[in-house]
């Protein structure tokens, strides 16, 4: 059974950093390219990360780039997600996915960005 378990988030200042871990089992984690999402209350959930089987190759939304870190382990079926220069516009839900399975999702966890 696929699983993903999002972890790491919580209250940070602006201009903070957290890094968010997503444990997944129930699949070739090594074979499959992986996402971040994010939802933020009353907005539809977004793309920001995108990192492909090997970690080889990433992408970002523009509205994260150059503070957001995409990476993983195979070794340890994990993806973190470094963030950095947090902003308030940063606070939502954050999720992780494949697109091998896009239907499975996890519990998600919260990031708020609050002075």
């Known amino acids: 059974q696929v699983q993903l378990v999002e972890s790491g988030g919580g209250l940070v200042q602006p201009g903070g950093s957290l890094r968010l871990s997503c444990a997944a089992s129930?699949?070739?984690?090594?074979?499959?390219?992986m996402r971040w999402y994010r939802q933020a209350p009353g907005k539809e959930r977004e793309l920001v990360a995108r990192?492909?089987?090997?970690?080889?190759?990433?992408s970002y939304a523009d509205s994260v780039r150059g503070r957001f870190t995409i990476s993983r382990d195979n070794a340890k079926n994990t993806m973190y997600l470094r963030m950095n220069n947090l902003k308030p516009e940063d606070t939502a839900v954050y999720y992780c996915?494949?697109?091998?399975?896009?239907?499975?999702w996890g519990q998600g966890t919260q990031v708020t960005v609050s002075s």
């Open positions: 129930g699949f070739t984690f090594s074979t499959s390219a």
């Open positions: 996915n494949t697109p091998e399975w896009e239907d499975y």
């Open positions: 990192i492909s089987n090997t970690g080889a190759i990433t």
